[in-house]
């Protein structure tokens, strides 16, 4: 029944480490998308990306970047963690043609320090 | 880019009262839903509404899209209720740019 999961469910980098989430779906969906989530702030766009190969900046992406290679995995890195980036990750996805029908994974606690 | 705001930011309920959670948006929008997040942090669709009335069991919610609001009726609430309940919201269908509001944190005392 597991449809989005999240290579992590908490992690703990040093600053300038290079970090690694992972995100898989197994529902073959076209669109799929990172979100980071902070108190008072709701959950907030950082990229996204509707095919394989292609990526689109939200709302917050400086000091991230995405790949990907293969439909059902989109990762999220870190070039650098520095400690605001501290928060709760979340990957959704959804097919082409039915926004609503949105799927997110457990999250992903991450702690720089 | 459209603002998206939720009231009240917490709400501690005894079981079996009902709520009322309410999302404000700034601008027209062709997409709203609400989430809830439960305290382990998994985050499950609960309502697709972009306009009108829907009913799920205990929950319901209510869009009036002229007046960029929609509500979210708790009723007979249960301690399985809490958690944060977001509101989304979409200018137009489909576009990648769901915006989400803050959250309502909800607790549920037995």
């Known amino acids: 029944d597991v449809k989005v999961t999240q290579s992590s469910r908490y992690l703990v980098k040093r600053t300038g480490e290079k970090v690694f989430l992972e995100c898989v779906q197994d529902?073959?969906?076209?669109?799929m998308f990172w979100y980071r989530q902070d108190p008072g702030l709701g959950l907030r766009l950082i990229y996204f990306?509707?095919?394989?190969?292609?990526?689109e900046k939200g709302d917050i992406p400086e000091g991230y970047s995405v790949s990907r290679e293969k439909k059902e995995r989109f990762s999220l890195i870190l070039e650098s963690a520095s400690t605001n980036q501290t928060s709760m990750y979340l990957c959704?996805?959804?097919?082409?043609?039915?926004?609503?029908?949105?799927?997110f994974g457990p999250g992903t606690r991450l702690t720089v320090t | 880019g459209i603002q998206v705001e939720q009231s009240p930011p917490d709400l501690i309920l005894q079981e079996g009262a009902n709520s009322t959670l309410r999302c404000n948006f700034s601008?027209?929008?062709?997409?709203l839903q609400w989430f809830h997040q439960n305290p382990w942090g998994q985050l499950i669709n609960l309502f697709y509404?972009?306009?009108g009335t829907k009913q799920n069991g205990r929950l319901s919610a209510t869009t009036v899209a002229t007046e960029r609001y929609s509500l979210l009726y708790i009723s007979s609430s249960q301690t399985t209720d809490s958690g944060v309940y977001f509101c989304?919201?979409?200018?137009?269908?489909?576009?990648?740019?769901?915006?989400f509001g803050a959250g309502t944190r909800l607790t549920v005392k037995p």
């Open positions: 990306s509707y095919d394989v190969k292609m990526k």
């Open positions: 959704a996805s959804f097919p082409r043609d039915s926004a609503y029908e949105q799927y």
């Open positions: 989304a919201v979409e200018r137009e269908w489909n576009n990648n740019d769901m915006r």
């Open positions: 601008d027209s929008v062709n997409n």
């Open positions: 509404i972009p306009s």
């Open positions: 529902m073959d969906h076209e669109n």
